[in-house]
């Protein structure tokens, strides 16, 4: 459906992604917490859109601190942020690794119901504060509690191994593994040039070799290794969104935005397995979505931030978007299309294997980054915009292709 | 008797030791794993771990708490296997929490040598001492009527003087783990002169069971590990006295350490490995090889004076490493001991000196962290021997002759027929000591 008001981004603020792969990251060393996190991001935003004063209302994206950090009722944080936003309304909202596109729709539907004209979004998600092994079991709250018992002790990189191994059954094997190793290394590539990715300080002079190790079926799962997959992270993400008439309010020029064209929605049935483990079908249907409510073709995208949580995720997608056939996304990746250089470069920050994936605070990640590359402020990340294609992209995938958030982007004029 | 039946009903004595404890916990997570097979379902396993004090036995029984959920973690994977059929356990927390339970509820920790009585399988860990470990073993094999198989942890003492000594008929078979038994992968296995087929075949299994390097070595007091380290480490000894002729003998000591770790490219200098061992137990294994050995003296007056001034090294309860002929600070070394003064002299006060007396070394040389991680470890290692060879600082001299010295005692363990071949002596120095590279090489040729 296309939107009937105009939508705006502004402000977007990124804390680093904190985990393995960073300098000061020690799993035994204090670090920054909930709190820090959500402090920072928050006020990140308020400095850029004149302070607290011209924020109406607020969304907290959170997948699951309730287990992490042993903290619900985030929407009560508002206040913590900035004393100016005291008594104001606030609501959280939960669609497991979706949470943060979640997040923003729930912010742009406020916009559009006229029910408020500056509203703060903010993801966030603190997942170091236990061990690997244990936060599989949290994060295996975004697929079927059912599920759980007769799943992998890595629950979810379990079901994306099954995806990978059904895929490598039906296509390609060696080359669906050299385009898992390629994804990999565009990952790391774009991530070096974003200060606050997790593998930004990442030095290996032989990341091909690491994309292309052998998994490990014993310790691991079957067909990922681990560089197939998402990092585990600490961080938060903030914008603001806003109507035209919350763009006057907080000062900022149509070129320092962008706007909102498009979105499309979708869920699948929690409990159903996938029809085809090589499709992401509910992918598919959210990008038909906001293409179709942007009103334009997929030639028309310039960027896209899509939901690589693992490295067959990102090739799956490329495929969902309908950049390749079924079976064509490996070609289409090895060809270097979704490189920084190439015709559509994928998660110019580095994505979720690259930047990292703070689960609730990544769909909002998606966004400001799409903001500042379609500004021009992403820095030494920045990539060319062509007026031929001036939208973005972004896909937030929640659980195993259950809950879809698309959203379609273009610089504000 | 099959492999299962063997290991239900087990002893460790000498539990709470260094060696026990790993070797109680690598069993008691064997037995855990046995217990949890569908074909073992309701049949019982018990592994004493006896010791001399309640106050080590708490501990032991702390450590073996926090091991067997580290083991628990990293085998999460197979844990939801074994226990797929309990519907109340559906998160990787609860399934290795009850793992934990299952390998705690194995180990009855004594007191009493009694417990043993009824084990079919006896691991000894005891004091490195040939009389005390004869008299327990002949006490409990004629108290326990099951005929029970002995596996000896020594280091040093032949397994024939056992067998024999404590009238066991072949029922006994050395199974020396390195330490920490938990983490190090090899083990030197030594057959008695009598040894039972049947003991060396469950021996192997059990080693493949816990995923071991097995490395056969022949029965000659020190076997393969320690007939290497104690002639290198009297070695090291006598390069530092020879030295001390010049320098102090602390600043010698420091300076055969740097040699031995960082022109050796080995994880440990000689003095700090004979710090981490201990000096009282390096002085003990020779003494117990001492006697067996023909044409050669292994012993040194030097740690008898280090000991007799009361400096022993070896690890506090905590892992910690005591100092010894080193200081240590956080791990680091801090200073080193003086015989004549009594005291630790920092290492600050003749670093510098010392390093220009050895002077530079060779510029390919890296660390040894660095060289056994890297993927082209042979081409690295080719480049600083070839280096090496072609320098005559001080620190080139002796680390040239400490290689050769190396390659010597290893050849000497192949021709006394030691060890079977040239092979298996550089894999117990890279797997049990963590070398770079084996002693018997041709760097230096």
Redesign the interface.
């Known amino acids: 459906m296309k939107l009937r008001k105009k939508v705006y981004l502004v402000a977007g603020y990124n804390t680093i992604s904190m985990g393995t792969g960073r300098k000061e990251f020690h799993p035994k060393k204090p670090r920054p917490d909930l709190d820090d996190y959500i402090r920072e991001a928050g006020q990140g935003v308020l400095k850029k859109i004149g302070g607290a004063g011209n924020v109406d209302e607020a969304v907290f994206g959170n997948f699951i601190a309730a287990r992490f950090n042993r903290q619900a009722n985030l929407a009560a944080y508002l206040p913590f942020i900035d004393q100016g936003l005291r008594y104001k309304p606030a609501v959280r909202v939960e669609g497991a690794c979706a949470t943060g596109a979640l997040a923003l729709v729930t912010g742009i539907r406020s916009v559009l119901a006229e029910t408020a004209d500056v509203v703060l979004v903010l993801g966030v998600e603190v997942q170091n504060s236990v ?1 690997a ?2 936060g ?2 949290i994060l ?1 709250a975004a697929g079927w509690a059912k599920e ?3 799943g ?2 890595y629950f979810f990189p379990g079901k994306f191994s099954d995806r990978a191994k059904a895929y490598q059954e039906k296509f390609d094997a060696g080359k669906t593994r050299e385009a898992m190793a390629r994804w990999f290394v565009n990952a790391i590539e774009n991530a070096r040039l974003c200060p606050t990715a997790q593998e930004y300080q990442n030095n290996s002079d032989d990341l091909k070799s690491c994309g292309m190790m052998n998994p490990n079926p ?3 799962v079957d067909s990922l290794n681990v560089y197939d997959c998402s990092k585990v992270s600490d961080g938060a993400s903030a914008v603001a969104v806003v109507s035209e008439e919350g763009l006057r309010r907080v000062g900022i020029p149509k070129s320092e935005a962008v706007e909102v064209v498009g979105i499309g929605q979708a869920e699948e049935d929690i409990t159903r397995r996938p029809d085809d483990p090589t499709v992401l079908a509910t992918t598919r249907e959210a990008v038909r979505k906001a293409l179709e409510s942007a009103g334009i073709t997929k030639e028309k995208i310039g960027t896209v931030e899509c939901h690589d949580c693992f490295t067959i995720a990102g090739i799956l997608s490329v495929e969902a978007i309908g950049f390749a056939l079924h079976g064509g996304g490996c070609d289409f990746v090895l060809q270097g299309h979704t490189a920084r250089s190439g015709k559509v470069p994928f998660n110019t920050t580095g994505g979720l294997v690259g930047w990292g994936h703070p689960t609730g605070a990544t769909g909002v990640h998606q966004a400001v980054t799409i903001l500042e590359q379609l500004t021009g402020k992403a820095g030494n990340a920045q990539i060319a915009i062509s007026a031929e294609r001036p939208y973005g992209l972004s896909i937030n995938m929640g659980g195993d292709d259950k809950t879809l958030v698309s959203v379609v982007y273009r610089k504000a004029e | 008797m099959d492999y299962t039946e063997r290991l239900s009903n087990v002893t460790v004595l000498g539990a709470a030791g260094k060696m026990g404890s790993g070797i109680l916990l690598l069993t008691a997570l064997e037995m855990a794993d046995l217990a949890l097979k569908p074909e073992n379902k309701g049949k019982v396993f018990v592994i004493n771990a006896i010791d001399v004090s309640n106050e080590a036995l708490a501990g032991l029984m702390q450590y073996i708490r926090i091991q067997a959920l580290k083991a628990a ?2 085998k ?5 296997t074994a226990y ?1 059929h309990r ?1 109340d356990l ?4 609860e399934i ?1 929490q009850q793992y934990v339970e299952d390998v705690l509820i194995v180990i009855r920790p004594s007191l009493n040598l009694e417990a043993a009585y009824d084990s079919t399988l006896i691991f000894e860990a005891i004091k490195e001492d040939p009389e005390l470990k004869v008299k327990i073993l002949k006490q409990l094999d004629q108290k326990n009527p099951h005929k029970p198989w002995y596996f000896t942890n020594t280091s040093s003492i032949p397994i024939t003087s056992l067998d024999k000594k404590a009238k066991l008929g072949g029922r006994i078979i050395g199974f020396h783990f390195y330490n920490p038994p938990a983490v190090q992968r090899l083990v030197e296995v030594i057959k008695s002169d009598h040894t039972l087929p049947e003991v060396e075949a469950f021996a192997m299994q059990y080693a493949k069971n816990l995923r071991k390097v097995v490395v056969p070595s022949n029965d000659f007091a020190g076997f393969i590990g320690n007939g290497h380290f104690m002639r290198d480490a009297l070695h090291g000894i006598q390069v530092a006295e020879a030295l001390s002729k010049e320098v102090p003998l602390h600043e010698a000591l420091f300076m055969v350490n740097k040699v031995s770790q960082e022109y050796l490219i080995r994880p440990m200098g000689i003095f700090q490995l004979i710090d981490y061992v201990g000096i009282d137990v390096c002085q003990y294994i020779m003494s117990v090889m001492n006697p067996h050995l023909k044409d050669e003296d292994l012993h040194s007056p030097l740690l008898d004076r280090m000991i007799e001034m009361g400096i022993k090294g070896g690890q506090h309860s905590d892992g910690s490493q005591k100092d010894g002929f080193l200081k240590y600070d956080k791990g680091r070394v801090a200073g080193v001991y003086n015989p004549s003064s009594g005291q630790y002299e920092p290492v600050s006060g003749f670093l510098e000196k010392c390093d220009a007396r050895l002077g530079s070394l060779p510029a390919s040389m890296k660390p040894w962290k660095t060289v056994v991680g890297a993927k082209s470890k042979e081409d690295l290692l080719q480049e600083i021997f070839r280096e090496l060879k072609g320098m005559n600082t001080l620190g080139a001299t002796l680390a040239k002759a400490y290689a050769l010295r190396s390659k010597e005692i290893g050849l000497r363990l192949v021709q006394d027929k030691v060890a079977g071949n040239t092979q298996d002596v550089n894999t117990v120095l890279l797997t049990g000591f963590y070398h770079a590279y084996g002693p018997i090489n041709n760097y230096l040729d």
């Open positions: 061990k092994i244990y599989a079991d295996a759980r018992k007769n992998h002790a014993r310790g691991f | 973690e990293k999460t994977n197979q844990l939801r797929a519907d559906i998160d990787n927390s290795i």
